[in-house]
Nanobody, 123 residues
Framework: QVQLVESGGGLVQPGGSLRLSCAAS????????IGWFRQAPGKEREGVSC????????YYADSVKGRFTISRDNPKNTVYLQMNSLKPEDTAVYYC????????????????WGQGTLVTVSS
């Protein structure tokens, strides 16, 4: 059973930080491109960040560049999204997924999805 499980969401004040986790079971994450997506109420899903399978190269959406960092911990079979300087517009359900292509349009190729974790940025 291939499965991805997100965790780490919650309520945080503007300017605060959260670290989201994407834990894999049934496969080894270090063989896969992993992306983080988000969907806010009433808005389309967007790609947030993506990390390559081997060399750790990354893509970031312009809206989060400089604030968010994606990383891998391969022994834990986990990918993280460190989110700093959070803004109310970051409020969304965040999903991780395997991604079929590591290139500029990576967000078009999600494969296996996690269930999502809610991030709410509000004072």
């Amino acid at each position: 059973q291939v499965q991805l499980v997100e965790s780490g969401g919650g309520l945080v004040q503007p300017g605060g930080s959260l670290r989201l986790s994407c834990a894999a079971s049934g496969f080894t994450l270090d063989r896969y491109v992993i992306g983080w997506f988000r969907q806010a109420p009433g808005k389309e899903r967007e790609g947030v960040s993506c990390i390559s399978s081997r060399d750790g190269n990354t893509y970031y959406a312009d809206s989060v560049k400089g604030r968010f960092t994606i990383s891998r911990d391969n022994p834990k079979n986990t990918v993280y999204l460190q989110m700093n300087s959070l803004k109310p517009e970051d409020t969304a359900v965040y999903y991780c997924a395997t991604v079929g292509r590591f290139r500029r349009d990576w967000m078009r190729y999600p494969e296996v999805w996690g269930q999502g974790t809610l991030v709410t940025v509000s004072s």
